[in-house]
């Protein structure tokens, strides 16, 4: 990726918790989309993540873009959105559940949506979008495997993917693929719980050297128990994050909870 070198802020971690707010609580941004902040303060700017939708179902005015960053991934909540990428064959729609990592430099471009909203995670929360106008999508030739500064694309189907045991007794997660394709300098998974599995409550503690522990809420309720931060009821659209070194709890959870969580590293 050219240009000067990538400023990313030290970390200053904080813990977090943001819950869906009146209309208001949405900004403008690129070619009309809404946006919601999910990290108030973004850990010092080291991190931006956003709720992201277009109001208008149709055509997006987009143009073939990148973005000079450290890493970004976009998870599609809701709706569908086709989408093309450099080097990654024809164009393709992503549903609910579905992820892509979007290495840095990587050109793309959003053609059509219909009931779109994203979960978007990127590093560091200040970052330049340039456009390429030289550049055609799709591009002639695909290279699936390129790497663009030492990560590849991923595009993970969560219709079809494997669920496997773990990360605690009582609860399943898919891995979305991000670990392997940066190297280690991020991870991503969908965890759920398991009906009747008689077990609701998962025990963590974040890394001391973690950049970032961060949780969307997909589907159902539990409650966030923090041993600084007290209890906090989550449920579906709310997000948080739980500083480094930390210990916290998720329990009382609903048969029908599932919860994206994101971490740096991986």
């Not at 456009?131 to 189907?157: C, I, K, N, S, Y």
């Not at 979305?176 to 077990?199: N, Q």
């Amino acid at each position: 990726m050219n240009g000067p070198p990538l400023d990313v802020p030290p970390l200053r971690p904080s813990f977090v918790v943001t819950r869906p707010g009146p209309e208001g609580a949405w900004t403008t941004g690129r070619v009309g989309m809404l946006y919601r902040d999910l990290i108030p303060g973004g850990q010092g700017g080291r991190f931006i993540a956003s709720h992201i939708r277009i109001a208008e179902d149709g055509p997006v005015p987009d143009y073939v873009h990148f973005h000079r960053v450290r890493f970004q991934m976009i998870f599609c909540r809701r709706g569908r959105v086709r989408v093309v990428y450099e080097d990654q064959g024809p164009p393709f729609d992503l549903y609910a559940g579905d992820c892509v990592i979007q290495p840095p430099g990587i050109r793309h471009q959003v053609l059509e949506s219909t009931g779109l909203e994203v979960v978007e995670l990127t590093c560091p929360a200040e970052h330049e979008t340039l456009a390429d106008e030289e550049l055609m999508l799709p591009t002639a030739t695909e290279h699936p495997a390129r790497q663009f500064a030492g990560q590849t694309f991923v595009r993970h189907h969560g219709a079809t993917a494997p669920w496997s045991a773990g990360p605690v007794p009582g609860f399943s997660s898919r891995d979305l693929g991000i670990g392997a394709a940066t190297g280690g300098l991020a991870a991503a998974r969908v965890v759920r719980r398991d009906p009747g599995s008689g077990e609701g409550d998962t025990s963590r503690t974040v890394p001391p050297t973690a950049e970032l522990a961060f949780s969307y809420v997909l589907a159902g309720r539990a409650v966030l128990r923090s041993e600084r931060h007290g209890e906090h009821g989550v449920g579906p659209d709310d997000a948080f994050v739980v500083p480094p070194g930390e210990s916290y709890r998720l329990c009382d959870a609903a048969d029908d909870v599932e919860v994206l969580e994101v971490t740096l590293p991986a």
